[in-house]
């Protein structure tokens, strides 16, 4: 699996952006300020999940 | 002449390999002065030839006898923390620095801090009220891991933890805060020397420790050994019954290179754990050297080095004079025009500096000063005091000057954290001024304390998002002309909500679609500066 414009970063955090995934978040990689950016960005992945990759970045880097 | 040599050279080897001094009586006493190096068949009654017979070379110097070397057992109790141990150093390697240092982390702390402490308590051994402040504050301060992911903060707050819980782990084992301006660093650095030094006998300690007169834990090993042939035969039948176990399985073999790592770091880890410990709990504190009586610095050299310093901050206090007195303003260049953006933005790491530097010299003055039966003399007593309230002044003027800078230009990680750090100063000179009086007060516990509850504060309120939030809102309000979208973007997660507020804001603004998109694409990856 690729992104659209062909990188491959991020693909294994990319995981933790699904909703199913957001309910229960690994106590390893969970901090307030994580779960706060996937609230605000959840709106506008699920309109756009073109953002997906570039949320990932901003999350992960 | 030679065989003379060679003979010597042989008995000399013969006692060094003997086990107690040869020069010693038979209570190991020394034997009295000008008797050590009689020959055999002269004066001395009590002469024991080292070697035997014909010995007739110079007698060894006199070496005092040695404290018998510190040998750790093991008992029942460490026989039961050491899988204990194990178990938590895998968890701490798994959560913690596979976990990225965020809950993970705080997780494997807070279940080694309760191991520890249960390990290391004992009865009628109540820990200090320092020592419960410091226990206290490394739980706080495990908390920063699951709020924040600021990294500066995380990092700082992870050294804190190391020493607030040295502190605490040490004072739960009975041991002392030792007295003197510098004891704190060897009562925090001790202990992981010891955890070093004691590695290797810990794990001797561990598999030699005998349970009802046999070695337990070999056989205990032996029969993990001797159960991995089974559950090579038991989980792939449990994974064909069930789905569950199968996928969760499979998910490790996916990774094993990385399990595999985690178990050798956690097995690397496990004795060191361990070594602390013991040598927390088994160790006796060296004993108590008598205090060198050191002469000090001349008090006519220091009074003069800080009396200079000290004019030259008075004469820095007569220049402010121009703020207040008109007459005074032939001082600033021609043609300046005061404002508060330059005069906030101009010389606040410069004060932080200078009162980072007055802190040292007031610490080598309390060090090195000589001292009247423990007192410092009164007119260092009073430079230190001038120093200290100049600095005050130095630090309620820089933090002045940021709050009118944050007012000017926005919130920033440097000037608030850098702010926190001049509060923290500020408590240390108070009591480094409080030192030149009471010699009671020590410094180095209060700046531990202070730092810790600093970096507490500044990792609960979450300081990423203070920034974010209040940058955004400043903007928003039009107190800010500017909202710099790139900071926001390196303010890491903290600054995502407010990223993608400012796009949904301007969405609503009349902006097609497709422009909206792009825009927020660009501010989410920080390609562009700053928004409209």
Same mark, same amino acid.
């Given at each position: ?61 | ?133 410091? !226990?206290?504050?490394? +739980?706080? $301060?495990?908390?920063?891991? =699951?709020? @924040? ?6 990092? &700082? /707050? ?98 094993? !290179?990385?399990?595999? +790592?985690? $178990?050798?770091?956690?097995? =690397?880890? @496990? ?6 410990? &013991? /040598? ?102 009073? +430079? ?149």
């Amino acid at each position: 699996m690729k992104w659209k414009d062909g990188s491959e970063e991020y693909l294994n955090e990319y995981e933790y952006f699904k909703p199913e995934r957001r309910k229960y978040p690994r106590l390893t990689q969970f901090s307030v300020a994580r779960q706060e950016a996937y609230e605000a960005l959840d709106p506008l992945l699920t309109e756009n999940p073109d953002f997906m990759r570039d949320a990932a970045e901003i999350i992960f880097r | 002449m030679n065989e003379n040599n060679e003979q010597f050279n042989r008995v000399n080897q013969g006692a060094q390999q003997s086990d107690s001094p040869p020069n010693t009586t038979e209570n190991g006493t020394p034997p009295p002065v000008g008797e050590a190096n009689t020959p055999p068949g002269g004066q001395n009654p009590g002469y024991r030839p080292p070697n035997g017979p014909g010995y007739y070379g110079p007698y060894p110097p006199y070496r005092a006898p040695q404290p018998p070397k510190f040998r750790i057992v093991a008992d029942k109790k460490d026989l039961l923390f050491a899988p204990a141990a194990l178990l938590l150093c895998a968890f701490g390697v798994f959560a913690g620095l596979w976990g990225t240092f965020q809950a993970g982390f705080a997780a494997a702390f807070l279940l080694m801090f309760l191991g520890m402490s249960g390990y290391l308590i004992k009865k009628g051994n109540a820990p200090g009220f320092y020592a419960t402040v410091c !226990g206290l504050l490394s +739980l706080a $301060l495990s908390g920063v891991f =699951v709020i @924040t992911s600021s990294i500066p903060i995380r990092f &700082f /707050s992870a050294i804190a933890m190391t020493c607030t819980s040295i502190v605490w782990f040490s004072s739960l084992a009975g041991k002392r805060l030792p007295a003197g301006e510098l004891g704190m660093i060897g009562y925090v650095a001790a202990p992981l020397g010891n955890a070093i030094e004691e590695m290797p006998q810990s794990v001797k300690a561990v598999f030699s420790a005998r349970s009802g007169g046999k070695r337990s834990m070999p056989k205990a090993l032996l029969g993990v050994l001797c159960a991995v042939p089974v559950l090579c035969a038991v989980i792939p039948l449990l994974m064909r019954a069930d789905v569950a176990f199968d996928g969760m399985v499979s998910s490790v073999f996916k990774s094993f !290179g990385s399990v595999a +790592l985690q $178990l050798l770091l956690s097995l =690397v880890l @496990t004795p060191f754990v361990l070594a602390f410990a &013991f /040598s927390l709990r088994k160790k006796p504190a060296p004993p108590k050297a008598e205090a060198k009586q050191r002469k000090g610095l001349d008090t006519a050299f220091t009074a003069s080095f800080m009396g200079i310093l000290s004019l030259c901050y008075l004469v820095y206090l007569f220049s402010q004079l121009f703020y207040f007195v008109s007459a005074f303003a032939g001082f600033l260049p021609t043609g300046y025009h005061f404002s508060f953006a330059e005069y906030a933005r101009r010389g606040f790491f410069e004060l932080c500096m200078i009162a980072g530097i007055n802190l040292l010299v007031l610490y080598f003055m309390i060090l090195f000063a000589r001292k009247n039966e423990g007192r410092i003399p009164g007119v260092l007593r009073a +430079l230190g005091v001038f120093i200290a309230l100049f600095t005050l002044f130095l630090i309620a003027t820089a933090l002045a000057k940021n709050i009118m800078y944050i007012e000017n230009f926005g919130m920033t990680i440097l000037r608030v954290g850098s702010s926190a750090f001049l509060c923290a100063l500020a408590i240390v000179f108070f009591a480094a001024s409080l030192r030149c009086f009471f010699r009671k007060v020590r410094i180095l516990p209060v700046a531990v304390v202070t730092v810790s509850a600093v970096l507490c504060v500044l990792g609960w309120m979450n300081l990423n998002a203070v920034c974010a939030k209040y940058n955004y809102d400043a903007y928003r309000s039009g107190k800010l002309k500017t909202l710099d979208l790139e900071y926001m973007y390196n303010l890491g997660e903290e600054g995502v909500p407010y990223l993608a507020g400012t796009r949904k804001r301007r969405q609503k603004k009349t902006t097609p679609r497709s422009s909206c998109i792009s825009r927020f694409r660009s501010s989410m990856t920080g390609r562009t500066c700053r928004s409209q």
